[in-house]
């Protein structure tokens, strides 16, 4: 009965550390998830203000007008110049237009490194860890703002540490 007995103390104490060396990795799953969104949010908001920015469109386009003007008064200011002169104009947008495509490519490896960090969390047994996970990445990935990310993350939080999430003022 003794051996009985410590046999089911010791698999029972395994499970016990089992489920904590679980609960552990969990957690670091998801302290990794979060400084991914966080990254991921950054970057967004870097693309949007440096190449999508209201700022930064009439800086363009004042550029293109420069160039525009310039080169129409150094063809002459005729008419028939007018048309060459567009030339130059184009080529600011389009250089602005490669460089926006090229830095909202930057964004993708910062959409994969939150995909690579969320899915393992993702796929868990526990449905509300999964859930909540799920959440996380949908608002972040799909670009559902700042207070959905944030409401994501307090979400994911309680799954841990048993807080009711609080609803975002926003």
Do not use: N
């Not at 609960?23 to 966080?38: D, E, I, K, P, Y």
């Not at 003007?69 to 104009?89: H, T």
């Not at 490896?109 to 526990?126: E, F, Q, S």
């Not at 996380?136 to 939080?157: H, K, P, T």
């Amino acid at each position: 009965m003794g051996v009985w007995f410590g046999a089911w103390l010791t698999r029972r104490q395994q499970r016990a550390d089992a489920a904590a060396a679980e609960h552990g990795q969990h957690l670091a799953q998801m302290q990794q998830l979060v400084v991914a969104v966080g990254e991921m949010m950054t970057a967004r908001v870097i693309y949007r203000e440096t190449s999508l920015s209201r700022a930064t469109r009439w800086r363009v386009g004042g550029m293109a007008a420069i160039e525009f003007w310039s080169a129409w008064r150094a063809r002459g200011g005729s008419w028939e110049s007018a048309v060459s002169a567009l030339a130059p104009s184009a080529r600011v947008i389009e250089l602005w237009h490669r460089r926006s495509v090229e830095e909202a490519a930057a964004l993708a490896p910062h959409a994969a490194r939150v995909a690579a960090i969320g899915l393992p969390l993702g796929m868990v047994a526990d449905p509300e860890l999964a859930a909540a996970t799920q959440k996380l990445m949908d608002a972040c990935l799909e670009d559902q703002g700042e207070s959905a990310v944030q409401d994501a993350i307090r979400g994911l939080r309680a799954v841990f540490y048993g807080q009711a999430p609080q609803p975002s003022a926003a």
